[in-house]
């Protein structure tokens, strides 16, 4: 009896433990900080500076919580950002607060007050606003197509050239910098790579938007940035040495599964140098520096809302005399939007079998393909669809 009853007591005490600790968990993080707040008396109205004093007081903890996250080069240049969230927000941050002490001193008003703040809050809102970045995302790949030119240089240099043309990257790299920072990972393009499509013209430096997108494909990339940056000299100089150069950057970010327009943007910087070579690269720097302060921000939103599941589809192709015209359907294929990857699994004597990584659903895929026409040259009947499988066969013109 003794016994049971000395068991029933271990095992009420062990099911409140549990119970303290699964409550403790789900508690939010929050954090207790001190601050000196300090008014001006007037009218000899203590009451209104009072209530004024712990309202900018309750602001300051706030503003030291976020201190912890956003690096101080941030906390400079999103200064309007954060000043805007800690209005609209401190009394959701704000957890409880006490006045530990208060005196007058003449005109002057003092006061310690004891804030609690909830940690969590205020970092998921600077997540939110992309300030910083949650290490629990999984955020896109992104590959940089930025053609640069100095104000003496003729014309944009690109690496994506086949003439090997080595490229400035003054701009991509500011840009690039700060998407690293956000969490973004980004691709390292090579200077030669091998293009095997005939039919698309990148031998330029202002690609289309398939053009990026297919390039984009072949470096396994989410989004691709597209655009160009050029530094010109004004006519502004002063005494005689000091010369004014102003860049600007004009790119837009592509989502590579459907090649839909996420934001462009057009930034210029202007700054002021002796020598040609500071002067431009600084201002290259600068403007490529506001564009992806607004492509860190942007893209994350506009990822995370449009997420799309990836799917593995299986496709069997089949058909008299198919192989010529499988290679022309697998290469459309690969240029599809929201086609992120096509692997060819088999090759027979009557059909062959590809995967195809698609962001989005066997029949969505099916559809997209009654749209090509391959350039007329044959036709395709799709007569089977399944949950992640097509069947397909090329009807010869």
Not at 4 to 15: N, R, S, V, W
Not at 112 to 124: E, H, L, M, P
Not at 289 to 298: E, M, P, R, S, W
């Amino acid at each position: 009896m003794i016994n049971k009853i000395i068991f029933q007591i271990i095992l009420f005490a062990f099911l409140l433990l549990n119970i303290e600790i699964a409550f403790a968990q789900q508690k939010v993080a929050t954090q207790t900080v001190q601050v000196i707040g300090t008014g001006t008396i007037k009218n000899n109205d203590i009451e209104k500076v009072r209530i004024k004093t712990i309202s900018n007081s309750l602001v300051t903890a706030v503003g030291i919580i976020m201190a912890q996250f956003v690096s101080s080069d941030d906390l400079a240049q999103n200064f309007k950002v954060l000043n805007k969230i800690v209005d609209d927000h401190t009394d959701q941050f704000i957890q409880g607060y006490k006045v530990l002490n208060e005196l007058t001193l003449k005109n002057t008003y003092r006061i310690i007050v004891q804030a609690t703040v909830s940690v969590d809050s205020v970092k998921k809102q600077l997540i939110k606003t992309g300030i910083i970045y949650d290490e629990n995302t999984i955020y896109p790949k992104i590959l940089f197509l930025i053609a640069e030119k100095s104000f003496d240089q003729e014309s944009f240099h690109y690496w994506w050239s086949p003439a090997h043309i080595p490229s400035m990257v003054f701009a991509e790299n500011a840009i690039a910098k700060i998407m690293k920072a956000k969490g973004y990972p980004v691709i390292l393009h090579k200077s030669i790579f091998t293009d095997t499509n005939n039919n698309m013209d990148i031998n330029k430096y202002n690609l289309d938007n398939k053009e990026a997108v297919y390039i984009g494909k072949l470096f396994q990339a989410d989004i691709v940035i597209v655009g160009e940056a050029c530094a010109l000299r004004t006519l502004n100089t002063m005494e005689k040495e000091i010369k004014s150069f102003k860049a600007t950057v004009s790119a837009r970010a592509l989502r590579v599964d459907n090649s839909a327009v996420i934001t462009l943007t057009t930034k210029s910087f202007v700054t002021v140098n002796s020598d040609d070579i500071l002067g431009e690269t600084d201002s290259l720097k600068g403007a490529g520096k506001l564009a992806g302060q607004l492509f860190a921000t942007t893209i994350t939103d506009n990822w995370k809302k449009k997420a799309v599941t990836t799917n593995n589809i299986k496709i069997v192709v089949k058909g008299n005399n198919y192989f010529s015209n499988f290679v022309k359907f697998r290469k459309q294929l690969f240029e599809m939007p929201r086609v992120k990857k096509v692997y060819t699994k088999e090759i027979k004597s009557d059909q062959a079998t590809v995967i195809v990584e698609f962001h989005g659903t066997t029949k969505e895929l099916a559809n997209a393909l009654m749209f090509k026409t391959f350039d007329f040259l044959f036709g395709i009947n799709i007569y089977e669809i399944l949950q992640d499988s097509l069947r397909i066969m090329i009807v010869n013109k």
